[in-house]
Every structure is written in C-alpha cells, then in structure tokens.
C-alpha cells in the first residue's frame, strides 16, 4: 500500500504552528491538553500528515495567541492567480529555519543585538563560514 504525501499547505500551516509553539515555549503536550487532544496527533498536525479543520485551526490560533492568518502568511499558493498570472513561490526555507529551535534561538538571540555595524558583522561572518562549507562540499 502507498502512503499519500502531505499537502504542501497541510506541512506549511503545521511548521507555522510548531514554530509559534516554540516561541512560546510551550510542548506539544500543553498544546495537546488545550484541544483535547494527545501530543501525537500535535506531531501529525504540525508534519501535516493530518489535516487541520476550520474550526481546529481556530482552536489553535486562539491558544497560540495568533491570527488564523498567522498560519498560512507566506505560505504556498495555487500556481495561477485569479489574473492569469502565476506567483512566485514563497521562499519555505525561511519557515523551514524558523520551524527549527536553532533557528528560533538564533533569530531571538540576534534580533536582541542593537548595534547595526555588529549585526552586519555577524551576517558577513555566517556567510563566509557558508562559503568555506560549500567550498569543502564541491
């Protein structure tokens, strides 16, 4: 028997609430007992591989302290709009990192820094160490 891969719009809307549960440090367990439910069917939410009602979403964002847009911002979209025209994909990199705890403390911990030149100097010195780490790939 084949399994069915998640929807794409099932995995994004999960990632944005496991990366709003991490802000706010809370488990899935917590989050779980707020719907009723068992931290397992947290992890098939937030994987996607269950889908999310209405209503669940609204469940969730209230818990989460969020609009119900919160969930899908930046998220993908149909290949063609309602002009014709199809729209760019969404860069899911970035909620990919952001849905990581290294990538929540990392933002949390560089978002505190004040000093422009510094923060600048940070993001040269990250880009160089990809660099040498591509480089070393090749």
Do not use: C, H, W
Not at 28 to 37: I, N, R, S
Not at 83 to 96: H, I
Not at 111 to 125: G, N, Q, Y
């Amino acid at each position: 028997m084949s399994t069915k891969a998640p929807n794409p719009v099932d995995r994004y809307v999960g990632s944005r609430v496991r990366m709003r549960r991490i802000m706010l440090g809370m488990s899935q367990e917590k989050l779980g007992e707020a719907l009723g439910l068992t931290f397992q069917q947290i992890q098939k939410y937030e994987k996607g591989t269950n889908r999310v009602g209405a209503s669940r979403i609204q469940q969730i964002a209230d818990i989460l302290q969020v609009p119900v847009s919160f969930l899908f911002d930046g998220g993908p979209t149909s290949s063609v709009s309602a002009n014709g025209f199809g729209e760019a994909p969404s860069p899911s990199y970035v909620s990919d990192f952001l849905a990581t705890s290294e990538g929540l403390a990392l933002t949390r911990a560089f978002t505190r820094i004040s000093d422009a030149k510094l923060r600048r100097s940070i993001v040269d010195m990250v880009e160089q160490i990809a660099a040498r780490e591509q480089s070393a790939n090749d």
